[in-house]
């Protein structure tokens, strides 16, 4: 099984103030290596692209999108896809990678969305996939403006029905924050917490889907979570999941 992981990577830029004088200093940072290895590790092939890469290397057609299984969207906002280089500033009229991926799907191809600040609709809003094609695609209704649950207390998944995804894993760690989501009719909740949807599945066209409305990596992917012996497990076998 091949696939293509969009995300999970940032850019910190920190002002350091000591008296009168300052600095800056910036670090880059990738959130999904641990994941990444995972899956990698049972046989998965991985084509990774991060946040930052998305604007010069997603690909421009269906048929190049064909080249993978399944695509994972993780902690990467919708504008990084519609507002590409030649767009914002060149103005020229480019394919909707997001109408792409929609396609994608149609055709035969798997979605998993993961939670984070940057997903679903995000914090303030900023990731806005509700006011994208990808809401049609998503197994989830997702909610108005910023829809983070931060839990600092933390918060164990319920099962909220049976599935093969998840029957073999028993109590699911504490997670620290999730995306408010609720699952589209026909599809199938199989983790909740509190009325929300945690991990949904689903179908749109020939293609299969998924919303995972935590995080896969920190913060709200809580080091009991990372540590989890059956985080490998999981990952992988909702990844294969998602193959037609």
Not at 86 to 102: D, H, S, V
Request: charged share 20%; proline share 5%.
């Amino acid at each position: 099984m091949k696939i293509l992981f969009v995300g999970e990577s940032w850019v910190i830029h920190m002002i350091h103030t000591k008296g009168y004088d300052s600095f800056t200093s910036t670090k880059y940072e990738e959130g999904a290596t641990y994941l990444l290895s995972c899956l990698r590790e049972r046989g998965i092939d991985v084509d990774y692209m991060p946040a930052h890469e998305v604007q010069v290397r997603f690909p421009q057609s269906l048929d190049e999108l064909k080249a993978y299984d399944a695509i994972v969207l993780s902690d990467v906002g919708a504008n990084t896809f519609l507002l590409q280089n030649p767009t914002f500033y060149q103005m020229q009229i480019i394919p909707n990678a997001l109408e792409l991926i929609k396609q994608f799907v149609a055709e035969g191809g798997g979605l998993l969305m993961v939670g984070g600040y940057l997903t679903f609709m995000g914090i303030e809003g900023k990731a806005n996939y509700k006011n994208t094609v990808l809401a049609d695609v998503l197994p989830v209704v997702m909610a108005d403006g910023d829809d983070r649950v931060e839990m600092p207390g933390g918060f164990s998944p319920a099962v909220s029905k049976p599935h093969p995804l998840i029957d073999e894993l028993g109590a699911w760690p504490r997670l620290l924050g999730y995306n408010k989501l609720s699952a589209k009719p026909g599809a199938e909740e199989l983790l909740s917490h509190g009325g929300d949807a945690i991990l949904t599945v689903g179908a749109y066209g020939k293609g299969k889907t998924a919303a995972f409305a935590s995080d896969c990596s920190p913060h709200w992917g809580s080091l009991e979570f990372m540590n989890w012996e059956h985080y490998p497990a999981f990952w992988t076998n909702l990844v294969t999941y998602l193959k037609s």
